[in-house]
């Protein structure tokens, strides 16, 4: 929990910048600032000093912190957050603008954001105006593109391709990324790299072209801003400690307190360095193994480091046997140019092959995806084409599915009569985001409850840093798809990760099957399956739990079409 201290200065910060932006005494903005400051960096818990033996802290101020104390808000801020709208809360937070400026633009001009104020400036709406000078604007510009990077986590798909760059770039005896990244978290906040090598390699990180900025350069650490807007920290680590930097910066952070815990009520010490018995005698640092083995437990695979009990199952060398990319089989979420893919059919088919599956799934959108212009007609076309096409792939078995779509009342596009001709039946929701959890619910449990659905797709309609998931009782969702033997998807498509982690190993604990997809669009597409796997990872999935793992024969099995 944060310290009363903490929360009482943000909250008197808050209304130091809310009095500013309405036009307050700027004598007086300075006063709650000075207090704020000072509530934060005094020793004492402030439940338990008075509140006027602080310095800086006057009468008034005492009453407002007193009121905080009491309910967690006083009435002047209430009144101030209800006059000032959020955008030009915003504004003020552009590195380089004032609250004076933000005021002026937003009464004047209308500007109520920081898109907004882009808008305004590419716009040329700015020119002439008193104080906006071209240095200005462009400093502005800047300013809200760094403010709209820095607040942003960007997904695997993005960390990972920007990381495979780096590594490529660096010639470095030994390089790994740690962080996030390794446990394949759905979003990275920034980019962790190790690597064994000469002090020389941090200039030539430093001069790379993808570099825009460098934060901070030292013989140990140096940090960049990439093009991407990524930050990227690379750390040259003794080669000899090599295990113990690894275990320490793939983190999570929860996970090292963990076991560091354990390092220390066995009188030794662990650190990024390696582990140290009392004379501070190495027991073990080069490598990852050697750590967790003299601490007692299995290697832990980095996706199951978040301190949700992989320390407990590692110590009873209980630790689930995660599925892996080799696993999967095929791929049950596909799409051509029949619908929004701008792939062919052959082309799509061609590419799966060559990936070594059993099985594939083309699964284009169904007719109530208006804009799509499906019709039965081309998809009966279509599945005709796959016939043919299944002569040339012996080895691979094409399956002719289709996405559906998830009505508002939980109905989908065709009668069961014209479903039982598909052999995969994704049904997924596109339309009515906003509906009530209650609605949302009922939608969902109404789509497992089909007998011609397999598998809900992208099940909670979230892209990462766009839309946010949609509402429901995922519990009772997930109690429904187990009864009716519906599968979840896990739709790896990097923007989308969806079921995400928490809600798969929701789904898990109620008995749910799930299916691994890539969700193409393209050809490369094809190959965010891995991502997919991250996510099954970090929810304990074994093979058993993943039905495009199965061989085919089990896989058609479930699927209704032995
Ligand atoms: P991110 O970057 O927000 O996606 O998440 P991480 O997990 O990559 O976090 P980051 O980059 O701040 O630090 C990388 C790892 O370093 C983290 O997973 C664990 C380790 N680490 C960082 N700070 C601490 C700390 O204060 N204590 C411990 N025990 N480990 C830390
Ligand atoms: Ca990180
Ligand atoms: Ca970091
Ligand atoms: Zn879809």
């Keep these: 929990m944060a310290r009363a201290n903490d929360e009482a200065a943000a909250a008197l910060e808050e209304y130091a910048e809310l009095f500013a932006l309405n036009g307050g005494d700027a004598f007086r903005v300075r006063s709650y600032q000075k207090a704020a400051k000072s ?114 986590r960007v997904h695997l798909g993005v960390a990972t391709d920007l990381a495979e760059k780096v590594i490529a770039s660096l010639p470095a005896e030994r390089i790994a990324y740690a962080g996030s990244l390794r446990r394949m978290r759905e979003t990275i906040g920034d980019i962790d790299i190790l690597a064994v090598g000469p002090v020389s390699l941090m200039e030539v990180f430093s001069g790379q072209p993808y570099v825009t900025e460098v934060i901070a350069a030292g013989e140990r650490k140096t940090s960049v801003r990439t093009d991407r807007g ?36 066995k009188g030794w010490k662990l650190s990024e360095y390696g582990l140290f018995d009392a004379d501070d005698q190495v027991i073990a640092a080069a490598s990852e193994e050697d750590i967790y083995a003299a601490l007692g437990m299995r290697w832990v695979p980095p996706p199951l480091r978040e301190d949700g009990g992989e ?80 002569a040339k792939y012996p080895d691979m078995r094409l399956l002719q599915g289709t996405e559906l779509n998830i009505a508002p ?34 939608r969902f449990i109404a789509a497992c409850e089909n007998p011609g659905v397999h598998i809900i797709g992208h099940p909670t309609t979230r892209k990462i ?68 796997v991250g996510i099954a990872q970090r929810a304990w999935l074994t093979t058993d739990d993943v039905i495009n793992t199965w061989p085919l024969e089990r896989l058609l099995t479930f699927l209704g079409r032995p």
């Design 39 to 152: 509530i934060a960096g005094h020793p004492e818990d402030l439940r338990t000093t008075p509140v006027r033996q602080i310095p800086g802290v006057g009468e008034a101020i005492a009453k407002k912190v007193e009121e905080f104390l009491a309910r967690g808000s006083f009435r002047q801020l209430d009144d101030l957050r209800g006059k000032v709208p959020d955008g030009v809360r915003r504004l003020t937070r552009i590195p380089s603008l004032g609250p004076k400026k933000a005021l002026f633009l937003f009464q004047e001009l209308g500007v109520d954001s920081p898109e907004a104020l882009a808008e305004a400036i590419r716009s040329d709406r700015l020119t002439g105006v008193r104080g906006f000078g071209a240095k200005t604007e462009e400093n502005l510009l800047k300013g809200i593109e760094q403010m709209e990077q820095s607040g942003r």
């Design 230 to 265: 990524i930050q990227v920290d690379l750390r040259v680590v003794p080669a000899e400690s090599w295990g113990a930097a690894l275990v320490y910066f793939t983190g999570s952070k929860e996970h090292n307190v963990h076991i560091r815990e354990m390092a220390v009520k």
């Design 311 to 390: 320390i407990k199952a590692a110590l009873r060398g209980e630790l689930p046997e995660l599925v892996t990319l080799d696993d999967l089989k095929g791929d049950l979420h596909t799409h051509t140019n029949l619908t929004d893919g701008i792939a062919s059919l052959e082309d799509m088919v061609a590419a799966a092959a060559a990936r070594g599956y059993a099985y594939y799934a083309i699964t284009d959108h169904a007719p109530d995806l208006v804009m799509q212009r499906m019709t039965l007609d081309k998809a009966l076309e279509q599945r005709a084409q796959i016939a043919a096409l299944q």
């Design 409 to 442: 009342d939980g109905s989908v596009d065709w009668p069961l009569d014209v479903l039982e001709g598909f052999d995969v039946r994704v049904a997924s929701v596109h339309s009515h985001f906003g509906q009530s959890r209650e609605e949302m619910t009922r």
């Design 465 to 532: 840093g766009k839309r946010e998931p949609v509402d429901a009782d995922w519990e009772a969702v997930f109690r429904a798809a187990a009864r009716t033997g519906t599968a979840m998807e896990i739709d790896s498509y990097p923007d989308r990760a969806d079921l995400p982690s928490d809600l798969v190993r929701l789904a898990r604990h109620h008995g749910v099957k799930f299916s691994i997809d890539s969700d193409s669009h393209a050809i490369p597409h094809l190959a965010h399956q891995r991502f997919g």
